[in-house]
């Protein structure tokens, strides 16, 4: 017998709750979490928004790809790690950037997950190269929201010139970001 949240449906387990740690639930909650994330995603690009960086199609893809997973029934642990680790799932939102992840070309180091064999990116630690990076209207929103803070440093003019020189560059960086996001937009 399932338990039912939302319109996705999962088995209530023997012992043990979320707050407890009880290890199915967290594989659960992460599993509803995911989809919720990818059905607003879904939304977002229906309403127009504009994705833009190196995994911006794949993105697209995995996204409209996303939709058939809804109302998914999960009866065991092991097929809610299974369902997280299929490839069209592995998206993750970061702060200014979404990480569409293929392990395989992923710049930051992966962390292992201890319930299973899933690994995860380092998103506190993603690195400005890499090709799995994509940028929705919503990373840019926040990158330009930095930005802001951003220029109020640069100018200080009381800044050390170390400190000084590397939020000047920085701020061309995501500037540069959101230009090319703007500029690519259809
Ligand atoms: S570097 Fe960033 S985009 Fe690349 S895999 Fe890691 S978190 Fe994802």
Not at 6 to 26: E, I, M, V
Not at 70 to 96: D, M, S, W, Y
Not at 130 to 136: M, P, Q
Not at 150 to 177: F, G, K, S, Y
Request: proline fraction near 7%.
């Amino acid at each position: 017998m399932g338990r039912a949240f939302g319109q996705f449906q999962y088995p209530t387990p023997p012992l043990g709750n979320y707050a407890s740690g009880f290890p199915d639930d967290l594989a659960f909650e992460e599993w509803l979490a995911r989809l919720e994330d990818l059905a607003e995603a879904h939304e977002r690009l229906q309403d127009g928004e504009h994705v833009s960086g190196p995994a911006a199609d794949t993105y697209r893809h995995r996204v409209a790809a996303s939709a058939k997973f809804a109302g998914r029934v999960l009866r065991t642990t092991r097929e809610a790690h299974t369902l997280l680790t299929n490839p069209e799932l592995q998206i993750f939102p970061g702060k200014g950037m979404t990480c569409v992840l293929d392990q395989a070309r992923a710049a930051c180091r992966l962390r292992a997950d201890e319930r299973s064999n899933r690994r995860t990116p380092e998103l506190d630690d993603c690195k400005p190269s890499c090709v799995n990076i994509a940028r929705t209207d919503r990373d840019i929103e926040f990158l330009r929201a930095h930005v802001n803070n951003l220029q109020d440093l640069v100018e200080d003019p009381l800044a050390p010139p170390m400190r000084h020189a590397r939020e000047q560059h920085e701020l061309t960086r995501l500037q540069r970001i959101i230009t090319n996001h703007q500029e690519h937009r259809p």
